[in-house]
């Protein structure tokens, strides 16, 4: 399994980002792909999952309204939109993956991050 992400970069507040995790070495249908983020200082956090079976997704409510996690078969990629963005979302942003229909455990497959920041 692995997974590579992409897009990070600078942004001003306000604008958008769309970070890219490109995923290889499993069937996405019997897996969940999420991102998560984790800010200097501060916990590891969940962002938004997909869940490859049905499609089904979740957010975090910090992130809820403004943000978009969707999937490309034909690419085997999981992408996340970001508009809106803040300083507060400046971070490491994480692609994980797991077998099953909900958020990616630390115990599963991580990728190396790609990093977020957004200026004032």
């Known amino acids: 399994v692995q997974l590579v992400e992409s897009g990070g970069g600078l942004v001003q507040a306000g604008g958008s980002l769309r970070l890219s995790c490109t995923y290889s070495?499993?069937?996405?249908?019997?897996?969940?792909i999420a991102w998560f983020r984790q800010a200097p200082g501060k916990e590891r956090e969940k962002v938004a999952c997909i869940v490859g079976h049905d499609g089904t997704t979740y957010y975090a409510d910090s992130v809820k309204g403004r943000v978009t996690i969707s999937n490309d078969n034909s690419k085997n990629a999981v992408y996340l939109q970001m508009n809106s963005l803040n300083p507060e979302d400046t971070a490491t942003y994480y692609c994980?993956?797991?077998?099953?229909?909900?958020?990616?455990?630390?115990?599963?497959?991580w990728g190396m991050g790609t990093r977020v920041t957004v200026s004032a």
């Open positions: 070495g499993f069937s996405f249908p019997d897996w969940s």
């Open positions: 994980a993956a797991g077998l099953g229909n909900y958020w990616p455990t630390f115990e599963d497959y």
